[in-house]
């Protein structure tokens, strides 16, 4: 055999392997493709923890999946379990993977935790935020920032934040019937 059958030879079986790779052509390991398929079914059975643990192991096997921390979060809340949430959405927020619902969700768990003033500022962070889905979320917000105050027993902030709701949402009949 010549020099360049060789060559040619050697490139023939190696550019299937090269392509595969420049693709990352790859098998997944069980446990990732496991947690991923397993994940939403334990969450509707009610699985919250298992379905958090098994979310941590993908993301840990495969740091890169840094979309799964907001889903991890809400898995950790429902779970009731607090700090691990309240973490999980923060790593989300961090990579920018964090939805409005997902920082709606981290207010409640800092409300949850019993850090008020966390649980305000993020609620006051999401009413700055514009956009359909913002809008859908405001007057979940305003409910949560009137109840808050109610419960710190600050009456006039109350009031204040009930006028800025009716601003904002003038067409809704619930919030001028609670001015």
């Not at 098994?54 to 799964?68: G, N, Q």
């Not at 009731?80 to 923060?90: K, V």
């Not at 999401?126 to 956009?131: H, N």
Request: hydrophobic residues 45%; contains cysteine.
């Amino acid at each position: 055999m010549e020099p360049g059958e060789r060559i040619s030879l050697l490139l023939k079986l190696c550019l299937p392997f090269l392509v595969l790779a420049a693709l990352r052509a790859y098998p997944r390991p069980y446990r990732v493709v496991d947690g991923l398929n397993q994940s939403r079914p334990m969450q509707q059975a009610g699985h919250y923890e298992a379905a958090a643990s098994a979310l941590r192991e993908v993301v840990e096997r495969e740091p890169w999946r840094t979309y799964l921390w907001e889903q991890i979060g809400a898995a950790e809340l429902r779970a009731n379990r607090l700090p691990e949430a309240i973490d999980a959405f923060n790593r989300a927020a961090a990579t920018g993977h964090l939805s409005l619902e997902g920082s709606f969700q981290l207010a409640e768990a800092y409300k949850l935790v019993g850090d008020p003033d966390a649980a305000e500022a993020a609620w006051r962070e999401l009413l700055d935020r514009t956009g359909p889905e913002a809008s859908e979320l405001k007057g979940r917000v305003f409910e949560q920032l009137l109840q808050l105050e109610h419960e710190r027993g600050d009456f006039p902030a109350a009031v204040e934040i009930l006028r800025a709701w009716r601003m904002a949402e003038p067409e809704k009949p619930c919030v001028a019937f609670r001015q």
